[in-house]
């Protein structure tokens, strides 16, 4: 999601004169977007900020010209003042509910007294009604933002304090930036949201839509070829969104649904809602209506009171799903969470040997998943280039990354999408031919 703000933020400060810059040295306006999910992300932010105030102070002293400098994102969510208090070089601090503001809070920073600027409300206009602005270039694929927050309120998680309540953006909307998104030759759509299957609107019915419904509109734009959503939550999990994976061809074979953990109790501490059997079920009804997708999902380990035999659930739930890929996280302590006050924390070496368990088991069925692709033909959008001269970058419709070699060398190819004959798979990615289209 903050690729997604980023890019908004570029596309909104473009009329402004602003434009990309991949060096910092001398950049007139230095906007460092920021995550607040775990701790590590929140101490990368104050390591940056003393990065970023070295190259300000040497562009002033060679130059004589002043950096503007904001810190958007959750992190400027949560610790605002406290930003300002440890980085007084920081001019502005906005919000993910307020950066639509960034125009002015940018020309309200006086160059000679270096006013300061904090926006973290959370505004009652919907930011997206302000976020018109024109989109220039995204690339074969591009992220389209249809949910954000959240009213769940996990007790690990900080999501419902710093992105706020659950919103769903209006159907219109997003049709009309997934349509501005194909106009710049986008030809895959990611739709985002902390919970993207809590989506809800009113329909061009009149009846209320869920995101299967909406995945079948967008898949009518011609021009838009594979769609994609993240991240589930296993509650919102409907049977018309598990119907689309079945009959949905544009709706790519892949699920992201986390779990977090396999023992109920830590689950209930969680206050997730819902149980691993249930979770279960879920993942069995949507192989039902399509054996092939791949599953994905997120685990903590060390949550607040989890034992050797909490442990052993989640194993055993991982060896039950059998996943494609997944993503898995030590417990980090969130301030302002329930969870921060739990008496009972986990020591940090179990936390990591418990990870590596976790990890080795979800890497072992990663590779074992993408080693039965071999010999299979998949059909992939062509990304970028690779590192490596005369080498390509796709995405498989299970969401792996796929490296090959063009026939003639000077051919543009990204943006196409190619047949591959898939022949290696290692633990993150996979090689494949092209086969020929006469
Ligand atoms: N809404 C999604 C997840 C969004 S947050 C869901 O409920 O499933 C993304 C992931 O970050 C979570 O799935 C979780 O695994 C991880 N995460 C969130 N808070 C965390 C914390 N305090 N410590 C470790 N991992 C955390
Ligand atoms: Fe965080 Fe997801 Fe739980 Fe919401 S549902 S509180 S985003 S983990």
């Not at 001398?26 to 977007?33: E, G, K, R, S």
Request: proline share 5%.
């Amino acid at each position: 999601m903050n690729f997604y703000d980023s890019d908004k933020m570029t596309d909104l400060l473009k009329p402004h004169g602003y434009q990309l810059d991949d060096n910092e040295d001398d950049a007139d306006l230095i906007v460092l977007n920021t995550c607040h999910i775990r701790e590590k992300a929140v101490e990368k932010t104050y390591s940056e900020l003393g990065r970023i105030r070295d190259k300000i102070n040497t562009r002033k002293a060679n130059t004589g010209k002043k950096s503007i400098v904001a810190v958007a994102g959750c992190v400027a969510q949560a610790q605002g003042k406290e930003i300002m208090k440890r980085s007084p070089w920081v001019d502005i601090v906005v919000g993910p509910q307020s950066y639509q503001n960034l125009p002015e809070l940018i020309a309200k920073v006086d160059p000679i007294n270096k006013n300061k600027n904090i926006s973290i409300d959370f505004p009652t206009i919907p930011k997206f009604d302000q976020l018109n602005a024109t989109i220039e270039e995204r690339g074969p694929s591009a992220f389209l933002t249809i949910q954000e927050g959240c009213d769940k309120f996990c007790t690990f998680c900080v999501v419902p304090y710093t992105r706020g309540a659950e919103y769903s953006r209006p159907l219109t909307s997003i049709i009309g930036e997934a349509k501005k998104l194909v106009d710049v030759g986008v030809k895959e759509i990611t739709l985002l949201g902390q919970n993207v299957n809590a989506w809800s609107s009113k329909g061009l019915d009149n009846e209320n839509w869920g995101l299967g419904k909406l995945i079948d509109e967008l898949a009518k734009i011609n021009e838009l070829k594979f769609i994609r959503y993240t991240t589930s939550h296993p509650l919102d999990m409907d049977i018309e969104l598990i119907k689309s994976h079945r009959d949905n061809k544009k709706l790519m074979p892949y699920l992201h649904l986390p779990v977090q953990s396999g023992a109920d109790n830590v689950l209930k501490m969680m206050n997730r809602k819902h149980t691993s059997k249930q979770y279960l079920k879920i993942i069995e009804k949507v192989r039902e209506y399509n054996p092939k997708i791949a599953i994905s999902g997120d685990f903590i380990v060390g949550f607040p009171g989890e034992t050797e035999k909490d442990h052993l659930s989640t194993l055993n739930l991982i060896k039950q799903v059998n996943y494609a890929q997944a993503y898995s996280f030590k417990y980090s302590k969130r301030p302002g969470t329930p969870g921060s006050v739990f008496l009972n924390h986990v020591n940090e070496d179990i936390k990591n040997s418990r990870l590596y368990e976790v990890q080795e088991l979800l890497r072992s069925q990663q590779l074992s998943f993408n080693k039965k692709t071999i010999n299979t033909t998949m059909k992939v959008l062509v990304l970028k280039k690779g590192k490596k001269k005369n080498q390509y970058i796709g995405r498989s419709p299970f969401n792996q990354s796929v490296y090959f070699s063009p026939y003639a060398n000077n051919e543009n190819l990204i943006g196409s999408f190619l047949d591959l004959n898939i022949t290696e798979a290692f633990q993150n990615s996979l090689k494949g031919n092209i086969i020929p289209n006469f």
